[in-house]
């Protein structure tokens, strides 16, 4: 499997992840992220009859737009999807990174249950060292509805976060999220060991798109 190198939010000497190809950036935008969900999907189900697969296109769908849609209030512009299928079948998985300023413990408390949910079901919460600074891990597996709306059908999913002191000042978060729950010990892999690519370096402060600009018009 092939990676790039992608930078995100971070002080001088910008913070970097290494990604696996197969990965879509697609903004938050409202005006954009529904066009790009599509393009998304039509890609990952391309070659499957049209009904075979279609409430796992639905799920995939109410997934996205809500994933999209709670990184946009926590002004996040940009969330990372697993595009590639495994096993011949579509993955939900997406990648979200946001960085918080440390105010008192209460306000931090807040920022991070707004941007990460409720502690529950926690299944691991581990203390480590990540790119050479204190970092918090924690895994949880929850029911959770696939969208926003009311009656959304609930499906099981992983949360895998990182919560990394890049500074005195800020934390880097790294959240990681699957409802595709039969791969989810796999998929846990995965983001475990992009999460262990993180390292300081030089260069600007931007991700870099591996599909279309997030800026792509419908």
Not at 55 to 80: F, P, S, W
Not at 83 to 94: N, R, Y
Not at 146 to 159: F, I, V, Y
């Amino acid at each position: 499997m092939t990676s790039e190198t992608r930078t995100v939010n971070g002080p001088e000497g910008a913070w970097r992840l290494l990604v696996p190809s197969g990965w879509a950036t697609l903004s938050t935008d409202p005006g954009l992220r529904n066009g790009q969900i599509k393009r998304l999907l039509d890609r990952q189900f391309e070659g499957t009859a049209r009904d075979e697969l279609i409430q796992v296109r639905i799920e995939a769908d109410r997934r996205l737009k809500a994933d999209l849609a709670r990184a946009a209030e926590n002004g996040v512009t940009q969330l990372h999807a697993l595009m590639e299928p495994i096993a011949g079948l579509p993955v939900s998985a997406t990648l979200l990174v946001a960085q918080l300023y440390i105010g008192s413990d209460r306000e931090v408390a807040k920022d991070l249950r707004r941007l990460l949910g409720d502690a529950t079901g926690v299944l691991e919460v581990d203390e480590l060292v990540l790119a050479g600074v204190p970092a918090t891990r924690r895994r949880r597996r929850v029911l959770e509805p696939l969208g926003e709306e009311p009656g959304s059908p609930e499906m099981w999913h992983t949360h895998i976060d990182y919560m990394v002191q890049i500074s005195l000042d800020d934390l880097l978060v790294l959240s990681f999220v699957t409802s595709t729950d039969p791969l989810a010990d796999e998929l846990t892999f995965v983001f475990d060991s992009i999460a262990a690519t993180l390292h300081q370096g030089d260069g600007d402060l931007q991700w870099q798109p591996s599909v279309y600009p997030p800026s792509e018009a419908d």
